[in-house]
C-alpha cells in the first residue's frame, strides 16, 4: 500500500514463526482480501506487535515487497481476549478464519467474507454458554454462497420444484428430485427437512444461529468437495 493511504482494517486469520524473532501474518481485509506480511520483531515481548495473536482485530498500513509486505504499523482495535480464554471457543474462531480465509482471494476486494468473519468473531467473543453446530453450518452456508459456490438447499436444482421425501444431494449442485437427479456419481440421500434448516440458516442473521438447534455436517461436505481438500482446525471442533 502507498504511504498516502490511510490504514486498512484487518483481522489475523493465521500466523507463522519465522527467521530468529519475525512473525509471517496472514490479514483478511475488506479492500484488498488476503495479505501476507512480515511483522518484524513481532515474538520479541517488547514489540508492539506481540499482541497480533489470532482474531485480533487491527488496523495496518504495511510496505508492499514482492508476497510478503512489511508490516510497518499495527493499532489494535479489538483484541478479542475471551476467544482465547475457552478451548471451545477458541477452536470455533480457528475453523471460522480458516474456513474464511480458504474462500477469500489475495489482493481482491473480499468486504462480505470480511465482515462475515468479523461478525463471527464478534459473536464468539461475547458468548457465555456454548454454542451448536447449528452456527458452524449457518458459517459454511455463507461463506459458500459469498464464494458463489453454495449448492441448491431449499428447493429442487434442475426444477425449482419443492423438496420430497428422498430428496437426492449432490456436493456441486445441490437438491434434487430422484426424477430430475442428474447424471453424476456419489449422489447422496437426504432428508428434506435437513436441507430447508441448512438453508434457514444460511439466509438468516447468524447470530440467530448461535442457538439453533444441532443439525448434519452436510455443508462441511461441499467446503471439502469444493476445495479439494479438508480444513485442519475442523478436527478440533467437537460438533454436535
Ligand atoms: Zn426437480
Redesign the pocket.
Known amino acids: 500500500m502507498s504511504p498516502e493511504e490511510p490504514p486498512e482494517p484487518a483481522i489475523v486469520i493465521a500466523r507463522y514463526d519465522h527467521g530468529e524473532s519475525d512473525r509471517i501474518l496472514r490479514l483478511l481485509t475488506p479492500s484488498r482480501g488476503k495479505v501476507g506480511v512480515i511483522a518484524p520483531r513481532a515474538r520479541s515481548p517488547k514489540s508492539p506487535y506481540s499482541g497480533l495473536d489470532l482474531g485480533v482485530g487491527l488496523r495496518a498500513r504495511w510496505r508492499e515487497r514482492g508476497e510478503l509486505g512489511r508490516l510497518t504499523e499495527a493499532e489494535v482495535v479489538d483484541p478479542r481476549a475471551r476467544l482465547r480464554e475457552s478451548y471451545e471457543r477458541l477452536a470455533v474462531a480457528s475453523y471460522c478464519l480458516e474456513l474464511v480465509g480458504a474462500f477469500s482471494r489475495e489482493g481482491q476486494p473480499e468486504p462480505k467474507l470480511y465482515g462475515l468473519a468479523e461478525m463471527a468473531l464478534v459473536l464468539l467473543d461475547g458468548l457465555d454458554g456454548g454454542f451448536e453446530s447449528a452456527f458452524v453450518a449457518a458459517l459454511e452456508g455463507k461463506v459458500l454462497s459469498f464464494a458463489g459456490l453454495c449448492p441448491r438447499l431449499g ?7 419443492a423438496l420430497e421425501e428422498a430428496t437426492l444431494f449432490s456436493l456441486q449442485s445441490g437438491a ?2 430422484r ?2 437427479a442428474p447424471d453424476e456419481e456419489g449422489l447422496l440421500v437426504v432428508d428434506p427437512e435437513t436441507l430447508r434448516r441448512l438453508e434457514d440458516l444460511r439466509r438468516a442473521p447468524l447470530r440467530e444461529a448461535i442457538a439453533g438447534e444441532a443439525v448434519e455436517d452436510l455443508l462441511y461436505r461441499v467446503v471439502v468437495f469444493q476445495l479439494g481438500r479438508p480444513l485442519r482446525s475442523r478436527a478440533l471442533l467437537d460438533v454436535r
Open positions: 428447493s429442487c436444482a434442475r426444477c425449482g420444484g434434487s428430485h426424477r430430475c
